[in-house]
């Protein structure tokens, strides 16, 4: 039998992390910068093999994003001045919200992501 999925496009996406996937900065933990880095290659590589075929290869690469992983490893430890202070160095003065990142998840899921195909995506705003 035919699968369902004969001919119709696929996606491959990829999340990353703006420190190490698409930006490099002072302090970042170098392991996790690699491996940032490394999911950014993978995507570019993944994507040039797959150039020819009906595979759609992306990476997202956010920046702080208000998650309780983020809360836990970083905001929780912070006094409320080093808090607001933290937040207003971010872009836009703000985390960004899961949904924020759903919304290019699904974008890129649809029809018309194609054009973008490789696309190693900055999302931090």
Avoid: Y
Avoid at 22 to 33: E, I, Q, R, W
Avoid at 50 to 57: I, L, M
Wanted: some cysteine.
């Amino acid at each position: 039998t035919q699968s369902t999925w004969a001919g119709r496009p696929r996606k491959i996406i990829n999340l990353s992390s703006v420190g190490g996937g698409v930006a490099v900065f002072p302090g970042f933990s170098l392991s996790d910068g690699m491996s940032k880095a490394a999911v950014a290659h993978l995507t570019r590589q993944l994507a040039a093999e797959q150039v020819q075929t009906n595979v759609d290869v992306f990476a997202i690469c956010p920046g702080a994003t208000n998650t309780a992983m983020f809360q836990q490893s970083t905001l929780n430890h912070l006094t409320a001045p080093e808090r607001a202070q933290f937040l207003s160095g971010l872009p836009k003065g703000r985390l960004i919200e899961p949904e924020e990142i759903a919304t290019i998840v699904a974008f890129l899921a649809g029809p018309h992501s194609t054009v973008m195909h490789g696309a190693v995506i900055d999302a931090s705003m």
